[in-house]
């Protein structure tokens, strides 16, 4: 099984199409920043290969939130069980340095790599 998790930050915003005039008038552009954590499940063992040889997965499963990376943890645990988590032969979990998310993993996941 495989587990890869990242976050990142979007922006939403108040005012859209009135840059410019809010510029003009000296304003400041209002806008809010959000984390936004999300992960993606599959098993090696439902791969599929294209006519032309590309291999691809043929089922997947998502997680992601807006609430913190504790909701992401639950959401992606239970994707993960869903989707054969006890059942594997070994977990693999890719991430960026975060330790957050590094966090997470070894939470949920203690026996992957």
């Given at each position: 099984?495989?587990?890869?998790?990242?976050?990142?930050?979007?922006?939403?915003?108040?005012?859209?199409?009135?840059?410019?005039?809010?510029?003009?008038?000296?304003?400041?552009?209002?806008?809010?920043?959000?984390?936004?954590?999300?992960?993606?499940?599959?098993?090696?063992?439902?791969?599929?290969?294209?006519?032309?040889?590309?291999?691809?997965?043929?089922?997947?499963?998502?997680?992601?939130?807006?609430?913190?990376?504790?909701?992401?943890?639950?959401q992606?645990?239970?994707?993960?069980?869903?989707?054969?988590?006890?059942?594997?032969?070994?977990?693999?979990?890719?991430?960026?340095?975060a330790?957050?998310?590094?966090?997470?993993?070894?939470?949920?996941?203690?026996?992957?790599?």
């Amino acid at each position: 099984m495989v587990i890869e998790i990242d976050a990142w930050n979007i922006r939403e915003r108040d005012c859209w199409g009135e840059t410019e005039e809010l510029i003009k008038k000296g304003l400041e552009i209002p806008s809010r920043w959000h984390w936004v954590f999300t992960g993606t499940v599959f098993r090696l063992d439902q791969r599929g290969k294209s006519l032309s040889g590309r291999p691809f997965i043929t089922e997947r499963g998502y997680a992601a939130t807006r609430q913190g990376v504790e909701a992401l943890e639950k959401q992606l645990y239970a994707e993960a069980l869903q989707r054969g988590l006890l059942k594997a032969e070994s977990v693999l979990v890719i991430a960026d340095g975060a330790i957050r998310i590094w966090n997470l993993a070894e939470n949920r996941f203690k026996q992957a790599t």
